[in-house]
């Protein structure tokens, strides 16, 4: 069971990240537009047929 | 929806509304009109971007933003509002001043401690699922016990900073001497930590920090959905003040004239009303003859002579003659005294109504509480020492924590309000659902609400095309807004040179020697063919034109919404009555009822025989839905049991409006009666759902037999079966 005293902090420390993350993309606005975010990758910037 | 402030687009007026981000550059938020798609995001953005001086061009598409970043000295924004109208977009500055209010800095909140419920739930769950297989592999009491304490650790912080929102809730309604749900969610989680840690502390075998902290985290799901509907609702609301920008044109003392916004006019000022713009505030005429359109005000839609000493209303709309009006009100105080003493009463009529989860939560607490009791009482009469019966009584109260019934409202009425926006009707309340599902009788206003707000010429076929065009090129140098049909019909010409306004009475010019006239008919000397044509259309203002001897009468109406009969049958076959409540004459009134084969109308009803005509129904036992768009509206669609608004409708009826729609159909609305009684339906169906989870789970716990494993199963299930029954209410806005 010794192999806990570095695996707990390994496992604790891995869902820390995540939480680090959500709550860094909270804070840097990337919960504002989720509509938007999901038209911007479908749209090809490349093709000119859509610019008006 | 009046958080926006909001101008008309002149340069000198706009500094209010930019943000310095540093000396040199500034930043301003636009409210866009007109965006559907991608390539607008990206059409906007970059256009935008390669204007002169602008540094940066973000677009908020859910909130339909744009965000302009420039240098103050190579930009401005009135040239980059004039820019997205080049490219097809109508863009109005929004007002920074309330952008971060207690909503926004709430919804933020709520997300954070979903983020941390979710890390500890996920966490704590690893921890246990270790011990649940521990029990049948043998894991010694040490390795328990320690991961017992590591789950401690996390879950008492967890529940300190997420739970507190429900902790907040359930303290400041229990100060009330009420109760709601936070109340058995917040003795739910406290009870299990703290009877977790004294287990734990005995070296027990069974910790509840797991089912606490999904607990935790699956209301705040619920939680957070809540807020994301209301949070668009706002953004749409608040977008649509802008759009409708209002301002006023004062008078200063010196005699200059100045643009501003409604409310930055004082009472005492002078304001200037031109021919065709509306009075922004209450006032006295003191100078100046014209005639008034105050359809949107009272609902008649004759007009109305008026002259110096008269009084005008905010709202109306000035047909013919320049006028100086003196302010009486501010722009907060801008109603009919009448309608604000009713406004007022009727508001607090409806407060009597509960809302599904309020009563829920009414029957269920006392009942989880008595039954946590009796386990108690029952286990102690029993034989059992009484630290065993009290972990058994806490169990109960555990397993009975309201997880689904938490989920069960919040989760229907957030699909179902998209559902709704996707057919074009906007909620503005959540238990406006609730409400409008039981409906059975409709009543409608006319002007604004049956008909269109803007105008169509109704005898035009009966009219000389050759005349019908000389008066379309003379209405194109006419503000009226009567003249605005007929100048739709000028065959791509430029207005007579000639043309002179004639105040109080038309216009006129000269075309070969001949004298061309529009305007009243009088004006034009058309009494006759006015009159006769009054026999037809009673609904339609009259607009003369003469040329020399020739004389035709343009008869103007607002026409009536394309499906508005179609609305109204759909209604009938649903089984609602329908009816008219309009303040306009009878005549017009009968003609759109019998169009539209409404037998029960009423017409000539002021703002207090419409309440009363609710009340009435009311205490017949019918659930009324109002539908109005005018001042005079606002008190009754606050009295009735659930109100809709057109999205042309004034501020003040959009205020008082559970529903709000959003393009000019009227048909939405008998499927927004109907998506709203599936969502009530399905409603129903999660609260029963939740009284059969707890006549199973309740006896497992009484029996003793709920373990930390039975309960996180059980709680989690329930969750899940509840949201996944929500997900149908979108199925109810696919079929219409």
Same mark, same amino acid.
């Given at each position: 069971m010794n192999v806990l005293v570095y695996l707990m902090p390994l496992a604790l420390g891995l869902g820390g990240l995540g939480l680090a993350a959500f709550l860094w993309a909270m804070r840097s606005g990337q919960f504002e537009d989720l509509d938007g975010a999901g038209w911007r990758g479908i749209h090809d910037p490349d093709d000119e047929r859509d610019q008006t | 929806m009046d958080s926006a402030v909001a101008v008309a687009a002149r340069p000198d007026r706009l500094e209010g509304f930019l943000k310095a981000l540093d000396p040199s550059t500034a930043e301003i938020e636009l409210a866009v009109d007109g965006i559907h798609c991608a390539g607008c995001i990206a059409t906007i953005e970059r256009e935008m971007g390669e204007f002169p001086g602008v540094v940066q061009a973000r677009l908020n598409f859910t909130d339909k933003r744009l965000r302009v970043a420039f240098r103050t000295a190579d930009a401005n924004p009135t040239a980059l509002i004039g820019r997205l109208s080049d490219l097809g977009f109508s863009a109005h500055p929004f007002s920074p001043i309330r952008k971060d209010d207690a909503a926004d800095v709430e919804q933020r909140r709520l997300l954070r401690a979903l983020g941390v419920a979710g890390f500890a739930a996920m966490n704590i769950m690893l921890l246990s699922v270790v011990v649940w297989a521990g029990h049948d592999t043998g894991l010694d009491a040490v390795s328990r016990d320690f991961f017992h304490w590591v789950s401690a650790l996390i879950a008492l912080p967890t529940a300190a900073y997420s739970g507190r929102i429900f902790f907040d809730s359930a303290i400041a309604v229990l100060k009330r001497g009420r109760t709601n749900m936070d109340v058995p969610i917040s003795l739910g989680i406290m009870l299990a930590l703290g009877m977790s840690v004294i287990e734990t502390l005995n070296h027990?075998?069974?910790?509840y920090f797991d089912g606490a902290v999904m607990l935790i985290f699956f209301l705040l799901i619920g939680r957070t959905l809540d807020q994301a509907m209301q949070r668009r609702t706002r953004a749409v609301a608040a977008n649509l003040a802008a759009l409708r920008a209002e301002s006023v044109t004062k008078c200063l003392p010196d005699g200059s004239l100045r643009d501003m916004a409604v409310d930055m006019v004082q009472p005492g000022d002078v304001i200037v009303v031109q021919p065709g713009m509306r009075v922004g505030l209450d006032g006295v005429i003191e100078h100046g003859v014209s005639d008034l359109d105050q359809s949107l005000v009272t609902g008649e839609t004759a007009h109305q002579a008026v002259r110096a000493g008269d009084k005008v209303y905010a709202g109306t709309l000035n047909l013919s003659g320049l006028l100086r009006v003196r302010v009486l009100k501010p722009y907060s105080g801008t109603l009919l005294a009448d309608v604000e003493r009713l406004l007022a009463k009727a508001t607090e009529a409806r407060g009597a109504y509960v809302k599904l989860a309020d009563r829920a939560a009414q029957l269920y607490v006392p009942f989880v509480h008595a039954t946590a009791l009796l386990t108690f009482l029952g286990w102690l009469a029993y034989g059992l020492p009484w630290s065993q019966a009290l972990v058994i009584a806490i169990t109960v109260l555990i397993i009975t924590c309201p997880c689904a019934l938490g989920l069960a409202i919040p989760a229907v009425q957030v699909v179902a309000a998209g559902a709704l926006f996707r057919i074009g009707v906007l909620t503005n309340s959540g238990d406006a659902l609730e409400r409008l599902a039981a409906t059975d009788s409709v009543v409608l206003d006319k002007t604004?609400?049956?008909?269109?707000?803007s105008s169509e010429i109704a005898n035009i076929a009966a009219l000389p095309p050759t005349l019908v065009g000389r008066a379309a090129r003379l209405a194109l140098? $006419?503000?009226?807004?009567? $003249?605005a049909p007929i100048a739709a019909l000028a065959p791509a010409a430029s207005p007579y040179p000639t043309a002179r306004e004639a105040p109080g009475e038309g216009i006129r010019a000269c075309d070969h020697g001949q004298v061309l006239k529009l305007g009243s008919v009088a004006f034009c000397g058309a009494e006759a063919e006015a009159d006769r044509l009054a026999e037809i259309y009673p609904e339609a203002s009259m607009v003369g034109f003469s040329v020399g001897d020739e004389r035709i009468v343009f008869a103007i109406r607002q026409p009536l919404r394309p499906d508005a009969a179609e609305a109204v049958a759909s209604l009938k076959a649903a089984g609602i009555a329908v009816e008219i409540v309009s303040g306009d004459r009878s005549r017009p009134v009968a003609a759109v009822a019998n169009g539209l084969g409404v037998a029960c109308w009423m017409a000539g009803a002021t703002p207090s025989i419409k309440v009363e005509r609710l009340h009435a129904l009311r205490s017949g036992g019918r659930h009324v839905l109002m539908i109005g768009d005018g001042i005079n509206d606002a008190p009754a669609l606050a009295a009735a049991n659930v109100s809709m608004s057109p999205v042309s409708a004034t501020h003040l009826a959009q205020a008082q409006a559970d529903f709000l729609l959003l393009g000019q159909r009227l048909s939405p609305a008998a499927s927004a009666i109907r998506i709203a009684a599936k969502a009530k339906s399905l409603m129903m169906q999660n609260l029963w759902f939740s009284v059969i989870y707890n006549l199973v789970a309740v006896p497992i716990a009484i029996s003793g037999h709920a373990t930390p494993l039975v309960a996180a199963l059980a709680m989690s299930g329930s969750s899940l079966v509840v949201m996944l029954n929500a997900l149908r209410a979108r199925q109810a806005g696919q079929k219409s």
């Open positions: - | 027990g075998e069974h910790a604004g609400t049956l008909t269109l707000p140098a $006419s503000r009226h807004p009567l $003249s």
